[in-house]
């Protein structure tokens, strides 16, 4: 019993003693767990955790009738484990060029995507990978399914390759629209992209142009998260956590896929008719906008390309070709981002300002052949004499003359050559008041702003280029080869430098005819007769008409912009509808119109710009239905010839597609 009891005693002290060896070790991990976790956990992190970002499904942008503009589709991707490199190079590289066979690929491709860039050894950008280096290395995007197969149902002989499935952005063109330039494209984002924004991060998409970059953040979405663990070589070994990506809401625009495709038609069929009558035609666009809302529903520009070019990266010579002069640089929108002389198109504008500056809508005016100002004779365009003539009949027939009267009148009135560059100029103003030379304000990331050369804007570049025209004035040009040509420039150099800053009458003629040194561009010209035909209201043009999330359906309004009321009477602008109507019926487009269905009646004014070393723009500004307007449509062709012969058949075109919509 006593033997027992000490046996007992051992034990229970054994027991007390591991009771107290554990209780301090509860405490310890406690301790561990609780009152260090944040810190251990930060540590941990790191040390041996990276974070990799998994980019949300990107929103689509769809047509006012839900036609898709861009989307996402899914791309059969091969990757490669980067422990397979890490491991061994060579082996590695033997590995690639037996997938390259299986793929039907260069192997040099392939190869070039196993390096990081900026690595040593890597290729130059485009082929090395400009990705995370925590991701599989995307040797091939777009492969062929079938051959892809092949090499998974191999992994003996392809260790660490596995294929997977990815959305990438592909632009479907419903109705044959391409709409390159409004939709603009993708990029990877840059460390300047990632410093202005910090949700970014360098594995991301981003929209590089047009309402891809305009509507960026609403539809790029959330990206999720994904933490895995690294071994010291940065390999991954595993998956910590996951955060799933919240993805982009949709954006739905004002644009219509019909009435997009029907422009950029008829701006390419007309162009090519121009160039076998011997007109250059390099370039053009069309406008289509709602001028009671301000919606828009299509930008044509030309030359234009697919945006499926960009799709899975695009290659050197593509982007070359994107941005090359000798291609025409595609790239650029001439809808919005260009501005051309806007000639007899501009003479609406230059009627209301006219009546601003106290002419009667009522009287008539003379239209000689010629109309002389100074030393110099300013020509009608076709040269002929029309006797006296109310404003609605020299908009009719477009008769130069008259208009340079009433600009150098008024010229005169302002003080002339002593007018400050402060003095009020009533031909400046309205089409300033009309949204020429300034941004309409579009939704789009970029957009020229025009030019009005009034006098602030003449003493600007005078005080900027005073000192250049100076020392020309003195040196002349003696690189330029021809005599006469070389005198001429002098000369002006000497005149300019003198007194380049004021605003002559020679200038006020040309601007009221839109020529000289005023610029538009398709969409400014748009917005101004939108203002004629809808009462005189000008109104901000808008493409985005509402987000959707593609989850819950919410729907939210995109806002309409700001307007503003035209300077001119509820007179005035009935006065320049009448004359409109005129142009189509009787004057300068009717041969263009001669055929349109009288249920769709037109009124518009024809332009014929002269450029400086170029061939004639050609210009049609328009509306329909006349009397009710429900469309503008503004067509212009670089190099195209008379404004009746090109861009009014390209209008014809549209607003027969604009008819049939009902």
């Known amino acids: 019993m006593r033997r027992t009891t000490r046996h007992r005693g051992r034990l229970l002290t054994l027991v007390a003693a591991v009771v107290v060896a554990f209780s301090g070790l509860v405490v310890r991990l406690g301790q561990v767990q609780l009152a260090e976790a944040d810190g251990l956990a930060a540590r941990a992190a790191a040390l041996d955790t990276r974070t990799v970002v998994v980019p949300a499904l990107r929103g689509r942008i769809l047509d006012r009738a839900g036609r898709v503009l861009a989307d996402n589709r899914t791309s059969t991707v091969v990757t490669l484990e980067r422990r397979v490199l890490a491991d061994d190079r060579p082996a590695a590289d033997a590995e690639v060029r037996d997938v390259a066979a299986v793929l039907g690929l260069p192997a040099a491709d392939l190869l070039g995507r196993t390096w990081l860039c900026g690595e040593p050894g890597a290729p130059g950008a485009p082929a090395c990978w400009s990705g995370s280096p925590q991701v599989p290395v995307p040797l091939a995007t777009d492969v062929d399914p079938v051959r892809a197969l092949a090499l998974v149902e191999q992994p003996g002989r392809f260790p660490g390759v596995a294929v997977t499935s990815t959305p990438v952005r592909s632009y479907p063109r419903p109705e044959g629209a391409l709409a390159a330039q409004v939709l603009g494209y993708l990029g990877r984002a840059t460390a300047e992209d990632v410093a202005a924004d910090p949700s970014l991060t360098p594995d991301e998409l981003v929209g590089r142009a047009g309402l891809e970059q305009q509507y960026d953040h609403e539809l790029r979405g959330t990206p999720g998260r994904t933490v895995v663990s690294v071994d010291p070589r940065g390999l991954v070994t595993g998956v910590v956590s996951r955060t799933d990506p919240v993805p982009g809401r949709d954006l739905v625009t004002s644009l219509d896929a019909v009435v ?126 029309q006797g006296h003539i109310s404003l609605a009949r020299a908009l009719e027939i477009s008769c130069d003359t008259v208009f340079y009267q009433l600009a150098y009148s008024a010229w005169q ?47 600007d570049q005078w005080e900027q280029q005073r000192a250049d025209l100076c020392r020309r004035a003195r040196t002349g040009y003696p690189e330029v080869a021809d005599r006469e040509r070389r005198s001429f420039l002098t000369a002006v150099a000497r005149e300019n430098c003198a007194s380049g800053w004021q ?154 597609t604009l008819r049939g919509l009902g």
């Open 503 to 656: 605003l002559r009458a020679g200038d006020a003629a040309n601007f009221a005819i839109g020529q000289g040194d005023v610029l538009a561009t398709p969409l400014q010209m748009a917005v101004a007769y939108a203002a004629i035909a809808n009462g005189g209201t000008v109104r901000t043009p808008r493409l985005a008409a509402a987000l959707v999330d593609p989850v819950s359906g919410e729907r939210a309004r995109v806002a309409a912009g700001p307007a503003h009321r035209a300077p001119m009477t509820a007179a005035t602008d009935a006065y320049l509808r009448a004359g409109l109507r005129r142009v189509v019926t009787s004057g300068t487009a009717a041969g263009a119109f001669r055929t349109m269905p009288a249920d769709w009646p037109v009124a518009g004014k024809t332009g014929t710009g002269e450029v400086v070393g170029k061939r004639d723009t050609s210009w049609f500004v328009s509306y329909a239905p006349a009397s009710r307007p429900r469309w503008v449509v503004a067509a212009v062709v670089a190099q195209g010839g008379n404004g009746s012969d090109t861009a009014a058949p390209v209008a014809r075109a549209v607003h027969l």
């Open 413 to 459: 009135r302002q003080g002339g050559l002593a007018a400050r560059s402060t003095t009020p100029d009533p031909f400046a103003a309205t089409a300033r008041g009309l949204g020429l030379g300034a941004p309409t304000g579009i939704d789009l990331p970029s957009e020229s702003a025009g030019r009005i050369p009034d006098r602030t804007w003449r003493q």
């Open 260 to 385: 997009q495709a029907s422009a950029e038609r008829a701006l390419a069929a007309e162009m090519r008719r121009a160039r076998t009558r011997g007109w250059p035609a390099d370039s053009g666009a069309v406008v289509v906008l709602d001028p009671r809302t301000g919606a828009v529903a299509a930008l044509a520009s030309a030359p234009t390309y697919d945006p499926n070019v960009w799709t899975g990266g695009i290659s050197a010579a593509d982007y070359a070709r994107l941005t090359g002069a000798r291609s025409g640089t595609p790239l650029l929108s001439r809808a919005t981002d260009v501005g051309f002389a806007p000639a007899s198109t501009m003479k609406p504008a230059s009627v209301a300002a006219a009546v601003r500056d106290g002419r009667s809508l009522g009287a008539s005016y003379d239209c000689p052949a010629v109309y002389r100002i100074g030393d110099r004779d300013f020509h009608n365009y076709e040269s002929a004499p």
